[in-house]
């Protein structure tokens, strides 16, 4: 087992934060999970598992041990008429499996086009986009817990999964490391459209309705309007969409008839955060290199300098007008390490 000192996470994390660890190493099986619980190096240290570093914002150095989980293969577990079942290692790149699968003639996930991050990172916030979460197509997912080496399989329902949630993100958090995931994937096209902007995008490209038509349309819809990390560093939208009740959502309407909001049940409606925090003005803005992206205001951005403490100062000042406008508190989506 390698262990490395002192290494930069600057390439390892999407927001580009300069930050160093104490002691970084890679796995790339389930018996050097094992084996890695069992040395000193895990035992006396703080730890952190990176996938592809896309959902993390780094505070300060991280004083402990970073495990990359590079676990890889694509393996088909069964088949019937209707679905193929597909395991898959944690450290592959979520949107090569996307890719894989379309190639393969499979559907159900074309929506998730160019999600940046690795597989063992999508059951955790329950990646979703354009319609769909990857729940509605998750079979397994496979964790070693992290204290006793035994194995864990968790069916879909155990997962707990909710709107950027599972259990993996509560109960679970930092004690198990996830190392497969199992998915059914359809051989029959299911497409799933309801998200207006691919239909418009289908209509420009004078497209059909086939999956990888579809795959194409959320990738141009995604270049256009979020910002790529290699480009200007970010991490996605940094704050989830809250939930509140629908009738504080109507007055809200009554005062902004522009809002926007998903019903999500009788009682509860889902508003768009980025349309809250555009409205108090904040898209543009920049402060040094910590800025909101100029397309959309949810993404906060990293010009090549910002520190993580900057970008939560900005998270913060964002928070509190958007509390102080509407009577709404809005909470980061990106895990804040430190
Ligand atoms: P990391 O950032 O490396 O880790 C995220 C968390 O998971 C950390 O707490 C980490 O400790 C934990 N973790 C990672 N791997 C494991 C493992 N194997 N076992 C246990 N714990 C683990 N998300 C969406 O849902 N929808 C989007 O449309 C979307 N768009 C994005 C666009 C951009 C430009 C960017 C930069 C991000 C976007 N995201 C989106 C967020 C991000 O891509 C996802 O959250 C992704 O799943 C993170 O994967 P990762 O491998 O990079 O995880
Ligand atoms: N909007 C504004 N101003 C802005 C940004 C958005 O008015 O600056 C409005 C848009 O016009 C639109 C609405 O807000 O009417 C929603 O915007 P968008 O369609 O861009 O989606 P979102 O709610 O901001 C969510 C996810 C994204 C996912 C997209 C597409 C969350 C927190 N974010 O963003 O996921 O890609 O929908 O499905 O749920 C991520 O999690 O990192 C992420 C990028």
């Not at 108090?280 to 100029?294: E, I, Q, T």
């Not at 913060?316 to 509407?326: A, D, G, N, T």
């Not at 709404?328 to 990106?334: L, R, S």
Request: some cysteine.
């Amino acid at each position: 087992m390698n262990f490395s000192k002192n290494i930069s996470l600057k390439k390892l994390n999407t927001f580009g934060i300069k930050a160093n660890c104490k002691l970084f190493t890679e796995i790339h099986s389930k018996s050097q999970i094992k084996h890695l619980i069992q040395t000193e190096e895990f035992k006396r240290n703080n730890y952190l598992i990176l996938g592809g570093g896309s959902n993390i914002l780094f505070t300060k150095d991280f004083n402990g041990l970073i495990i990359k989980n590079e676990i890889i293969g694509i393996n088909i577990l069964s088949e019937n008429d209707h679905i193929k079942n597909v395991k898959v290692g944690a450290g592959v790149n979520w949107h090569k499996f996307v890719l894989w699968s379309i190639e393969n003639g499979l559907s159900g996930i074309e929506n998730l086009a160019l999600i940046p991050g690795n597989i063992g990172a999508s059951p955790i916030q329950n990646i979703g986009a354009y319609g769909v979460e990857v729940k509605d197509v998750i079979d397994k997912v496979w964790a070693i817990n992290l204290k006793d080496g035994n194995e864990h399989i968790f069916t879909n329902l155990e997962c707990k999964f909710k709107y950027r949630d599972s259990i993996f993100k509560n109960e679970l958090k930092d004690k198990i490391m996830i190392t497969h995931v199992s998915f059914n994937l359809s051989k029959t096209a299911i497409h799933n459209t309801s998200y207006g902007d691919i239909n418009e995008e289908l209509s420009r490209l004078g497209a059909e309705r086939s999956t990888k038509n579809i795959c194409n349309a959320v990738i141009n819809i995604r270049k256009r309007k979020l910002p790529n990390p290699d480009e200007i560093g970010n991490s996605g939208s940094f704050f989830k969409n809250p939930v509140i009740k629908s009738s504080k959502f109507k007055k809200l309407q009554g005062l902004y008839p522009d809002i926007v909001g998903y019903k999500m049940s009788e009682t509860d409606t889902k508003v768009a955060a980025g349309w809250l925090i555009d409205k108090c003005g904040w898209k543009g803005h920049r402060n040094n290199d910590a800025g909101v992206h100029k397309n959309q205001a949810l993404v906060l951005v990293n010009y090549g300098e910002a520190t993580g403490k900057e970008i939560i100062l900005l998270a913060k000042k964002i928070q509190k007008s958007v509390k102080e406008k509407f009577d709404i508190n809005i909470y980061p989506e990106v895990n804040i390490i430190g």
